[in-house]
C-alpha cells in the first residue's frame, strides 16, 4: 500500500494522467471482481472487505478527480490500460 501511494504520488508529480487513471482503473476493478464473485458464488473472498472499504472508493475519487484534470486522450489511454491489465 505504501509503495503504490509512492508511486501514485509520482505518477500524479509528473504528470502522467494516463498511468494515474490506469491505476485507479485496476484498483476499483479489483475492489469489484472481488464483490461479483462472492456475490456469485455466495462465499468470502479475501481482499473482499478490502476492496470494498479502500479500493472501490480510491478507484473512484481518483477516476472522479482526473475526469476533471486529465485531457481527454490521456484518461482514455489510462480506461484501456486499466481494462487491459484485468483482461
Known amino acids: 500500500l505504501v509503495l503504490m501511494t509512492f508511486g501514485a504520488w509520482l505518477i500524479y508529480r509528473n504528470t502522467w494522467r494516463w498511468l494515474l487513471v490506469g491505476l485507479a482503473?485496476?484498483?476499483?476493478?479489483?475492489?469489484?471482481?472481488?464483490?461479483?464473485?462472492?456475490?456469485?458464488?455466495w462465499s468470502y473472498s479475501p481482499g473482499l472487505i478490502s476492496g470494498v472499504l479502500c479500493w472501490i472508493p480510491l478507484g473512484i475519487v481518483i477516476t472522479y478527480r482526473q475526469w476533471h484534470l486529465a485531457t481527454r486522450r490521456s484518461f482514455a489511454i489510462g480506461l484501456g490500460i486499466a481494462l487491459g491489465l484485468h483482461a
Do not use: C, E, Q, Y
Not at 25 to 36: P, R
Open 25 to 41: 482503473g485496476v484498483v476499483f476493478l479489483n475492489g469489484a471482481l472481488h464483490l461479483v464473485f462472492s456475490i456469485l458464488t
